[in-house]
């Protein structure tokens, strides 16, 4: 009965430093702010170029508070939201050159404070979160691998418009994704998000060997 005294009082004790090591100090977010803007003072690009990437628009301060995990009506109001600003080929196309699309996948250029001012079109970086080629030894995890990507849906239309949106507007399709926005915040044309959705769906594409 002692020992089992006693293995009851360890538990307890266990549980009470469990949930205060679990308990976060609150941070004022006025000093959060103040610290990632006097991270930049010099920065090369000029001001009107990068402090508006440091103002959240309202997605992102939703997805903020809810750790990445809004609540049900927050979800389907961040959804709606950016659904509405996706924008479609004009002649309803969404395959564009896979070969291109695969370039743009390896490039991670752009967006940088090294490529201000900006010599080339930026690149998507895709390799940095995913795995989307067999042969392909270095690529990051933080996204699913995109193997047989257009195989495993059959090479349907349908499938291509929705490669698109994922790739146009993440939130979109999976509010609070960590995939950026490519279209909505305007990091790559759409010709470009075309050519990528062509490596994801094309026969041809290394992505479905």
């Known amino acids: 009965m002692k020992k089992l005294s006693l293995t009851l009082a360890a538990l307890s004790l266990l549980v009470a430093s469990s949930a205060m090591a679990q308990q976060k100090p609150k941070v004022d ?11 930049f003072p010099e920065f090369p690009a000029p001001p009107e170029v990068w402090q508006p990437r440091l103002t959240p628009d309202e997605t992102m301060k939703q997805c903020s508070a809810s750790n990445n995990s809004p609540p049900k009506a927050i979800f389907a109001a961040i959804e709606k939201r950016e659904m509405a600003t996706i924008q479609y080929p004009a002649d309803g196309k969404f395959l564009g050159d896979w070969k291109k699309g695969e370039a743009i996948a390896q490039s ?43 195989k495993l849906r059959d090479f349907k239309p349908a ?41 994801l769906m094309s026969p041809d594409s290394p992505v479905n060997k």
Do not use: W
Request: net charge positive.
């Open 29 to 39: 977010p006025a000093r959060v702010d103040a610290a990632i803007k006097a991270a």
């Open 108 to 150: 991670g250029y752009g967006l940088r404070f090294t490529d201000y001012p900006s010599t080339r079109p930026n690149g998507g970086n895709c390799y940095a979160c995913h795995q989307l080629n067999k042969a392909e030894v270095s690529y990051g995890t933080i996204g699913p691998p995109l193997l047989g990507y257009g």
């Open 159 to 199: 499938e291509a418009k929705i490669a698109y949106e994922k790739i146009y507007d993440s939130h979109a399709t999976f509010p609070c994704s960590l995939m950026p926005r490519f279209g909505t915040n305007k990091i790559l044309s759409m010709e470009q998000m075309q050519d990528l959705v062509a490596l």
